[in-house]
């Protein structure tokens, strides 16, 4: 048996009850539900990429800081990969890491782990597994990690919570209310039923089986790992309680999803928590991201490491506020319906594929814009119609 047969810590017994309880849990990738990136152009202009598109190959890490080392799993979809965090922890007699984000439950993210396994993770081991929020290609392979080396998941309560939430709503048929809020926002019939034809509950089948319990993480909260120390840095908007990691003395941070350098991250409103404004959380995280300091080393989970934090949060912030003028400009001239403001945020046609997502932002959007008192919605027959207030 070899060492990636073993899960690179000799506990073959472990390994082999971890791989067993993944065998068979194939997923279909779902872009509703694995789209971290956002439909919103933004500029990347002035940010620095110390290694270029340099990225670390199947079963290597590669170094970026004292303590933290690269690995790039692959996926499906628009983006093609996560990156996972591994950050030295234990001692030198027993070396081992903990890991930030793991790829979703699919066979190439889970023998990405296995060439890692057999190559620069040989003979280590995973002390925790940390992920930094709730979607399926930071925590699919969570639970199936966590077995494999016996160790605890860190999240915080609200991204913990809601992936629970959602691994056990196990309805066939999509939910009313979300059938109300397409129509809403002015889906004709055929894309209804093309999103109820394509059934409900897959959000778990990208999850492998969680434990039943974790180990919870809070904002500021500061986590000794290996010989550093990590300070939790919480964002919402992109999901309920992002956590992001600090480490100052090595000018360290770890962004997940709340940063990305050449993507906006997706902001959504959804028929679940209809009265949120996400776009307004998100925004706000900027600004408490904007107060750490600028010459970061960002290590995000899509896209290269890079330094220029300050300048990629002040164009995600400035672009979004372009878009929303723009959006309320449209409307002091005429109502329209989400579907009717695609052209004014998006610069790509909007097809089946995306209809989801982009009614999730534009909608987020206009909930910011109604919240702030600049537009209003009326109901007409059950469809929408937003105008300036």
């Excluded at 509703?32 to 990347?44: F, Y």
């Excluded at 290694?51 to 979809?77: D, F, N, T, Y």
């Excluded at 992920?131 to 925590?139: A, E, N, S």
């Excluded at 989801?356 to 959007?365: N, Q, S």
Aim: aromatic residues 6%; glycine residues 10%; charged residues 25%.
């Amino acid at each position: 048996m070899t060492a990636g047969d073993t899960g690179g810590s000799g506990h073959s017994g472990a390994a082999a009850r971890a791989d067993a309880a993944l065998a068979g849990q194939v997923a279909s990738p779902d872009a509703s539900l694995t789209a971290d990136d956002g439909l919103i152009a933004t500029s990347a202009a002035g940010l620095t990429y110390p290694w270029g598109k340099a990225a670390p190959g199947k079963g290597e890490l590669l170094q970026v800081s004292e303590s933290v080392h690269w690995a790039r799993i692959p996926m499906p979809g628009s983006l093609g990969h996560i990156n996972s965090w591994l950050i030295e922890d234990g001692d030198d007699a027993v070396p081992a890491y903990v890991a930030v984000d793991t790829g979703l439950m699919l066979q190439d993210c889970s023998d990405a782990w296995k060439a890692l396994f057999a190559g620069a993770l040989a003979d280590k081991r995973l002390s925790r597994v940390v992920c930094t929020h709730l979607h399926p290609d930071h925590i699919g392979l969570a639970g199936w990690l966590a077995k494999r080396f016996s160790a605890p998941i860190l999240m915080t309560r609200g991204e913990w919570l809601q992936a629970r939430y959602m691994i056990a709503d196990v309805r066939d048929e999509q939910p009313a209310e979300v059938t109300v809020m397409q129509r809403g926002c002015g889906w004709d019939d055929e894309a209804i039923e093309a999103a109820k034809a394509a059934g409900w509950s897959r959000f778990g089948r990208m999850v492998a089986r969680l434990p039943f319990g974790y180990q919870r993480l809070i904002d500021g909260q500061r986590l000794s790992i290996g010989k550093g120390e990590w300070r939790i840095v919480t964002g919402s908007g992109h999901s309920p309680e992002h956590a992001c990691l600090l480490n100052e003395a090595e000018g360290v941070l770890i962004s997940g999803d709340q940063v990305l350098p050449r993507i906006s991250s997706n902001v959504s409103s959804n028929a679940g928590e209809p009265d949120a404004n996400p776009l307004g959380e998100w925004l706000a995280s900027i600004d408490k991201l904007l107060r750490l300091p600028a010459d970061l080393l960002v290590c995000p989970a899509h896209g290269e490491p890079f330094r220029g934090l300050h300048t990629r949060l002040i164009a995600l912030r400035d672009e979004h506020h372009e878009r929303l003028d723009a959006v309320a400009a449209a409307l002091a001239e005429a109502p329209r319906r989400v579907i009717d403001c695609f052209g004014l945020l998006f610069r790509r046609e909007i097809g089946a594929d995306h209809i989801g997502l982009a009614t999730g932002e534009t909608l987020a959007h206009l909930r910011y814009l109604e919240q702030a008192g600049r537009v209003r919605r009326e109901d007409r027959d059950g469809v929408w119609w937003w105008t300036a207030a």
